[in-house]
């Protein structure tokens, strides 16, 4: 069974979303790939940092990437789109999107460096 498509971030641009979701498709169809995160968003007011490179087709509000709330621990796995659209940091400020952000790496590149150095460096 399908879930209900949910409304788009703002944080994230349309054609950002269609890729993602593009490389969600991709991998729900049974490829292997390691793909280039599509975006990166981040906390200004916190150390927090999310490197997305798909949203799952079956459930637009998950999310597949590169997780880092600032602990010294990141790590690959699903976030809730609609939890990040809620999450404030301790001055109250939204998450935004690096819009200077261009991949350089597939995503398993950008978590090897990041258990290495405790944080996500992009």
């Given at each position: 069974?399908?879930?209900?498509?949910?409304?788009?971030?703002?944080?994230?641009?349309?054609?950002?979303?269609?890729?993602?979701?593009?490389?969600?498709?991709?991998?729900?169809?049974?490829?292997?790939?390691?793909?280039?995160?599509?975006?990166?968003?981040f906390?200004?007011?916190?150390?927090?940092?999310?490197?997305?490179?798909?949203?799952?087709?079956?459930?637009?509000?998950?999310?597949?990437?590169?997780?880092?709330?600032?602990?010294?621990?990141?790590?690959?796995?699903?976030?809730?789109?609609?939890?990040?659209?809620t999450?404030?940091?301790?001055?109250?400020?939204?998450?935004?999107?690096?819009?200077?952000?261009?991949?350089?790496?597939?995503?398993?590149?950008?978590?090897?460096?990041?258990?290495?150095?405790?944080?996500?460096?992009?």
């Amino acid at each position: 069974m399908a879930w209900p498509s949910v409304e788009r971030p703002a944080f994230i641009p349309e054609s950002d979303y269609n890729e993602l979701l593009a490389n969600g498709h991709r991998t729900a169809g049974g490829d292997q790939f390691d793909p280039q995160p599509v975006v990166k968003l981040f906390t200004p007011d916190a150390q927090a940092t999310w490197l997305l490179s798909e949203i799952d087709p079956d459930d637009e509000d998950r999310a597949f990437g590169l997780c880092d709330l600032g602990l010294g621990m990141p790590e690959i796995g699903w976030v809730s789109l609609s939890e990040l659209a809620t999450l404030r940091g301790p001055m109250g400020l939204p998450i935004e999107r690096d819009e200077w952000f261009v991949a350089d790496a597939e995503l398993s590149v950008y978590a090897a460096s990041a258990r290495l150095d405790g944080r996500i460096v992009a």
